[in-house]
């Protein structure tokens, strides 16, 4: 069974910064086979996607919401990903979740392990 717990989540003002961190962990889950990701869900609407990451770390492929402003990166060596959020634009409160799949990176939500969510809010 594969655990995904993010941390990190709050209420920031616009303008400012978050940074967002998964742990990934499971008896028999080898970590670096697994392609990671970010979503996002406000309430009442579709999770979407936010920001991706290869394997390896090598590839990253992000929303265009989130271009130059959010970076996605990874320690495989800690079973991490990070999901760092500069320059944030007011919105309400959101469930940014961590999510994996074998092998290859996808921006779709066809992942097969997910946390439970980390919840921002962000002031105007």
């Known amino acids: 069974q594969v655990q995904l717990v993010e941390s990190g989540g709050g209420l920031v003002q616009a303008g400012g910064s978050l940074r967002l961190s998964c742990a990934a962990s499971?008896?028999?889950?080898?970590?670096?086979?697994?392609?990671m990701a970010w979503f996002r869900q406000a309430p009442g609407k579709e999770r979407e996607f936010v920001a991706a990451?290869?394997?390896?770390?090598?590839?990253?492929d992000y929303a265009d919401s989130a271009k130059g402003r959010f970076t996605i990166s990874r320690d495989n060596a800690k079973n991490t990903i990070v999901l760092q959020m500069n320059s944030l634009e007011p919105e309400g409160p959101a469930g940014y979740y961590c999510?994996?799949?074998?092998?290859?990176?996808?921006?779709?939500?066809?992942?097969?392990?997910w946390g439970q969510g980390a919840q921002v809010t962000v002031s105007s």
């Open positions: 499971g008896r028999t889950f080898t970590f670096s086979r697994y392609a």
């Open positions: 990451i290869s394997r390896s770390g090598d590839r990253t």
């Open positions: 999510a994996g799949r074998p092998w290859i990176v996808s921006t779709s939500n066809d992942y097969s392990y």
